[in-house]
């Protein structure tokens, strides 16, 4: 059985195409000429300029996925300023009875909590802004609930009187819903002295160092556990603290005694350590009082506190600093580079022409004659049909008298005799 022709001469698989590379720098030739010479200058600065743009672009791009791999980074804090706002309302006093026209006589129903005197607080917070802030560099508002671990309001009332409790707790949790704030609502006439303790968070998280492990080398009282551990470890080094023959153990001096409470310990045990020694920093503590026996001011009380918090809004333009260019926009500055390479060789001919021209027009005559030895010699090199295996000199070469005065000539006739006698005195 013969094979069909098909299978005899199977079709050539064409290869993947290639991309040539561009190359966009202007040639030496064109460097040279005078009357280029300013231009091309100018573009190979701005060839310059590009590649340490791309580089520091590059690098930018690196530290911003550095930075946003990071699970607290200080990249991108901000410090803000947080407003907590507390607002005391009345219900069903003596004085708001009298203005409404209702008598002190009428009794309260129990049942339902009509005419029972109460007041309610209401906690409150919000970012401030910047003035004269740009819109487009305001950051999202965000809710009073997400700025705060954890809030305890305590209440100075007598608990046989009211049994709702004195103290009243939040705490974080992702189960619980975001708030924009709370409420307090509590019966009674009489002023009632408030105690509001708030935990904020802070970014990157912040912790107090106690007095023993932070005397002696650290300035602030609030640091990461990180940066705490890295102190400590200078401060071991700077001692030479560390053992002689195992490495992974570590002396403790006078200082880090107490700390260590060992003359030695291994290094694993060091984190743990450390650890005994941070606590979360001071929280703030406001001082309130709410007398329902009068009207409310008409402002709400308010604080001005500084955090340190994520900038959700410079997040936000790194992240969209890492998003790839599209294929459209890939695709369009490659046929840019296509073009300007294209222009270049373009212009590399143009300056050869131009130059070719010139010389004839300066010399006709010696330009033909030189053009003539050129292409001679080319062809001889293509035919193999030059000078004799060994020779240097071409015949056309001999015919001119120039030849002979050239600087070589004079010491290749000294050699040339010099190998003539010896020869002569041999034979």
């Known amino acids: 059985m013969t094979d069909t022709p098909a299978k005899m001469n199977p079709p050539e698989q064409k290869l993947p195409r290639k991309r040539k590379l561009n190359d966009r720098s202007l040639p030496a030739t064109v460097l040279s000429d005078p009357q280029l010479s300013v231009d091309s200058q100018m573009y190979q600065d701005l060839l310059d300029m590009e590649k340490k743009l791309d580089w520091t672009i590059m690098r930018k791009r690196t530290e911003v996925q550095d930075a946003l791999g990071r699970t607290a980074s200080p990249f991108y804090a901000d410090i803000a300023n947080v407003a907590p706002f507390l607002v005391a309302y009345s219900l069903g006093q003596a004085w708001q009875s ?18 029972i005197p109460a007041w309610q607080l209401k906690i409150e917070g919000r970012l401030l802004e910047l003035p004269n802030q740009r819109a487009k560099d305001r950051t999202p508002p965000r809710q009073f609930s997400t700025l705060i671990k954890s809030m305890v309001v305590e209440l100075d009332q007598d608990p046989a009187l009211h049994t709702d409790g004195n103290v009243v707790e939040w705490h974080q949790n992702p189960s619980h819903p975001i708030l924009d704030g709370f409420t307090i609502r509590r019966t009674g006439d009489t002023p009632t002295k408030i105690r509001l303790v708030l935990q904020f968070q802070q970014y990157p998280e912040q912790l107090r160092v106690s007095p023993e492990l ?3 080398y650290t300035r602030h009282q609030r640091r990461k556990p990180a940066g705490v551990i890295q102190a400590l470890w200078a401060y071991i080094k700077m001692h030479n603290l560390q053992d002689k023959v195992d490495r992974k153990r570590i002396h403790a001096d006078a200082m880090l005694r107490p700390i260590f409470g060992n003359d030695m310990i291994p290094f694993t045990v060091l984190p743990e350590l450390v650890n005994r020694h941070l606590t ?3 929280p703030v503590v406001i ?9 409310p001011p008409e402002r709400p009380a308010a604080w001005d506190i500084e955090l340190k918090l994520e900038d959700v809004a410079l997040k936000s333009k790194m992240q969209g600093a890492m998003v790839q260019a599209s294929r459209d926009d890939v695709r369009e500055l490659t046929k840019l580079d296509d ?3 294209t222009l ?10 131009r130059q070719f021209l010139q010389s004839f027009a300066e010399d006709p005559s010696g330009f033909i004659q030189t053009w003539l030895s050129s292409q001679s010699r080319d062809l001889e090199s293509v035919l193999a049909s030059g000078p004799s295996e060994g020779a240097t000199i071409r015949r056309e070469d001999l015919s001119r008298s120039e ?11 000294a050699i040339w005799d010099g190998m003539r006698i010896a020869n002569k ?3």
């Open 280 to 282: 979360p920093p001071n």
């Open 214 to 216: 932070g005397k002696e």
């Open 344 to 353: 270049a060789q373009s212009l590399q001919s143009s300056v050869l022409k």
């Open 287 to 295: 001082y309130y009082t709410v007398n329902p026996s009068v009207p």
């Open 98 to 115: 009298e203005a409404s026209g209702l008598g002190a006589s009428d009794q309260p129903n129990f049942e339902t909590g009509q005419g």
């Open 425 to 427: 005195v041999t034979g």
């Open 403 to 413: 030849f002979f005065r050239m600087p070589w000539v004079e010491e290749a006739v």
């Open 339 to 341: 073009e300007i390479a």
